[in-house]
């Protein structure tokens, strides 16, 4: 029977941490991507001092003589000091990179290892510095355990004392340089998104954007409702931008980071108007093709313009933290009991694509991309 590979990767932490030398975050084996024969663990670290002994970054295993993967910090200078479990040694790798960390900067870090092409690499910011290679190819294996990953202290050992960044990664493969390079830059461009931020919303799906043409839902004589839609596969700066807003009746601050799993609303740039739901009024006020939740845009402010934002995770339902421009994430309508902003490709008579409020938002119709607009 053919055996076949699975990659899986996990986000560890999402959002940005400061850590103390007797601070520790446990992730449980269990929790984890299983790993046959290889793996990969990326981060974003900044020191604020060094220490005149040996601190962790991180270390998987259930007790000191299981160390597969590890990461240290050398004494004094603060130089790199990756380290493996062999089956001939306990405590195998590169002794010192490099000339040391400087305080107070952001350094993105890689660490790859793999039992089959026999070595270890250390990435810096997208650059490879420095490998250990397995000599005795037939006889000397790499010896992976079933332990807790330990981020910062690590048993006897102190942590390090400094921050780490959101999106600590771990893969049950060895990235190769283009994914190292891809993981540095996808991290490193990442910007918050923050109250007073200007944004689209691209539908994951169909990649086309929440906009509006400025049509009016009949509502009657005393309507101000224009219909939302997604309409294209690139930016109408016209229709397409968005300002992120606090909730009705709810003061913000702008510049304030956005807090995930929180009540936001939004703002269309050109017209002023609010990004809007409502009840379908015993199925009257519905969608003209799928007679769902119509989704609006109105001038009158109200409780009916919160959303509740979520980002969605690889590993868990939902995820904690702040807003990042490029993230993926479900706006759940309020006072309808949290109906899912959607669409889906079923075209209007203007070839644009209806938006509802529909289902739970575990489907993908209702994934939607959120990008800052420069």
Same mark, same amino acid.
């Given at each position: 029977m053919p055996k076949f590979s699975v990659r899986e990767w996990a986000e560890l932490i999402?959002?940005?941490?400061?850590?103390?030398?007797?601070?520790?975050?446990?992730?449980?084996?269990?929790?984890?991507?299983?790993?046959?024969?290889?793996?990969?663990?990326?981060?974003?670290?900044?020191?604020?001092?060094?220490?005149?002994?040996?601190?962790?970054?991180?270390?998987?295993?259930?007790?000191?003589?299981?160390?597969?993967?590890?990461?240290?910090?050398?004494?004094?200078?603060?130089?790199?000091?990756?380290?493996?479990?062999?089956?001939?040694?306990?405590?195998?790798?590169?002794n010192s990179l490099g000339n040391g960390f400087s305080l107070n900067k952001w350094y993105h870090i890689a660490y790859t290892l793999s039992d089959p092409e026999k070595r270890l690499d250390i990435y810096v910011d997208g650059e490879w510095i420095g490998f250990y290679g397995i000599m005795s190819v037939k006889?000397?294996?790499?010896?992976?355990?079933?332990?807790?990953?330990?981020?910062?202290?690590?048993?006897?050992?102190?942590?390090? @004392?400094?921050?780490?960044? @959101?999106?600590?990664?771990?893969?049950?493969?060895?990235? @190769?340089?283009?994914?190292?390079?891809?993981?540095?830059?996808?991290?490193?461009?990442?910007?918050?998104?923050?109250?007073?931020?200007?944004?689209?919303?691209?539908?994951? @799906?169909?990649?086309?954007?929440?906009?509006?043409?400025?049509?009016?839902?009949?509502?009657?004589?005393?309507?101000?409702?224009?219909?939302?839609?997604?309409?294209?596969?690139?930016?109408?700066?016209k229709n397409d931008v968005w300002i992120v807003i606090g909730a009705n009746d709810k003061g913000i601050n702008e510049g304030d980071l956005v807090s995930l799993n929180n009540i936001i609303g939004f703002k269309h740039q050109a017209t002023g108007c609010y990004l809007h739901s409502h009840d379908t009024n015993n199925h009257e006020r519905v969608t003209p093709i799928s007679k769902q939740q119509q989704v609006t845009m109105c001038s009158d402010r109200s409780f009916d313009d919160d959303w509740l934002i979520r980002r969605y995770n690889l590993t868990t339902s939902y995820d904690t933290g702040h807003l990042m421009s490029g993230d993926i994430i479900g706006l759940f309508h309020i006072n309808t009991n949290k109906s899912a902003l959607y669409s889906h490709a079923v075209l209007l008579g203007d070839e644009s694509q209806e938006v509802s409020c529909y289902g739970d938002g575990s489907e993908k119709n209702n994934k939607w991309r959120i990008e800052l607009i420069n």
């Open positions: 999402s959002e940005p941490i400061s850590m103390e030398e007797q601070d520790q975050r446990v992730i449980e084996h269990a929790h984890l991507p299983a790993v046959n024969d290889k793996l990969s663990i990326t981060l974003r670290l900044k020191i604020h001092k060094h220490y005149p002994d040996w601190t962790a970054i991180f270390y998987k295993g259930a007790d000191s003589l299981a160390r597969t993967p590890s990461l240290w910090l050398t004494k004094n200078k603060s130089t790199l000091f990756p380290r493996f479990t062999g089956n001939w040694d306990h405590n195998v790798g590169i006889d000397q294996k790499v010896v992976f355990n079933d332990g807790p990953l330990l981020i910062g202290r690590a048993y006897n050992y102190h942590g390090f @004392s400094g921050e780490i960044s @959101s999106n600590v990664r771990y893969f049950n493969w060895r990235l @190769s340089v283009e994914e190292v390079m891809e993981d540095f830059f996808n991290e490193s461009q990442k910007k918050p998104i923050v109250f007073g931020s200007k944004i689209a919303l691209i539908h994951v @799906s169909t990649e086309k954007y929440l906009s509006t043409k400025g049509i009016k839902y009949d509502l009657g004589s005393q309507n101000k409702q224009y219909m939302v839609i997604c309409n294209g596969q690139e930016i109408d700066l």
